[in-house]
């Protein structure tokens, strides 16, 4: 029995991420303090599944209890670390706090798995890394250290930490994975993003403005130099991204000359903020109330993904486009339409 360590399991892309451990034979073993998700994820997974799932409720930053968790449900095979912010916003107001859970978790785990001999790691990065990229589409070797903001810079001091860590230990190996933008829901309607609060992130805001729970979206600059003036990203569904992190454990029991690898995850198509807006109400006959707003301090105008890395050395693929994430994301919000959680704030 493979046993991974997935921390944050119950956040957004840990409990996708979950789902497809179990299709492809390994047990997921999370560890979540459920600071940012909902027992109702949990029992989604559940559903899913058709089976139990073990969670163990804690804040991976505090090493003697992860350490617990080791002893008694240890040995891993690998470990998955999602557990950390991701505000962007956030993240500037309150940076001391984003460094210290965010980089504080990474250097708990480290500490863990060394004792245990946990020698397997795949880490949650994001193309925050790259700042205001010169050239487009991003490939890993664009330079990967200005970021836009301090939760970027978590996500680089993170990477930096963990190619030193692999540097003078030849045991451990690391896939560090550089997401791009995230969206979706698992096709089921049963697990999928749950803001909690007022969502800084464009899908979930789209959703919660049609659902009719925020008055109008509030586009973010159309003056930038994009075809239709309006930002661009890559949106990537959460069930491929979902996938490559079962890749990313395959890949690292396999020979391979670096000890710590890096691969951008994306779909290698820029979407503007318009054109999200036009494809979700396209795909689901729901209106969407917006209005152009001032730029957003920190957002860069474009930035979207060459993946061909992760194509070839892990074979993995975005099976999903921007129009079935959105129909997908639809549908689970539909699911929380009366809930008092999503509701809860104006
Ligand atoms: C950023 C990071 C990403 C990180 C994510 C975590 C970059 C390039 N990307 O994503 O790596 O994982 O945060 O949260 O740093 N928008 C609106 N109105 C809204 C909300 C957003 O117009 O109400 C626009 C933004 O200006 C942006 C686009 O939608 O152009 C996407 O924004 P968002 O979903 O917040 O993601 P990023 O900022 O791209």
Redesign the pocket.
Known sequence: MKKVLVTGGAGFIGSHTCVELIAAGYVPVIVDDMRNSDDRILKGIEKIVQRKVVLHRIDCGIETELEKVFREEGPFFGAIHFAAY???NESVAEPVKYYANNIGSLVSLLNVSKRHNMNRLVFSS???VYGLATSLPVDEKAPATNA?SPY?YTKVVCEQLLRDASHCDPDLRVVMLR?F?PVGAHPSALIGELPLGIP????P?VMQTAAGLRNE?????SDYGTPDGT?Q?DYLHVVDLAKAHVQALNFLNTASSERCEVFNLGTGRASS?KEVVDTFVRVTGAPVRSRMGPR?AG??PS?FADASKAHKALGWSCAFDLADALRDAWAWQRTLDTDPVAASTP
Do not use: E, M
């Open positions: 991701k505000s962007v994001s193309c925050a836009n970027g997401y933008n800084n992130n464009l899908v805001y979206l509030t586009i973010y600059g930002c990203r903020v957003r957002d860069v930035i």
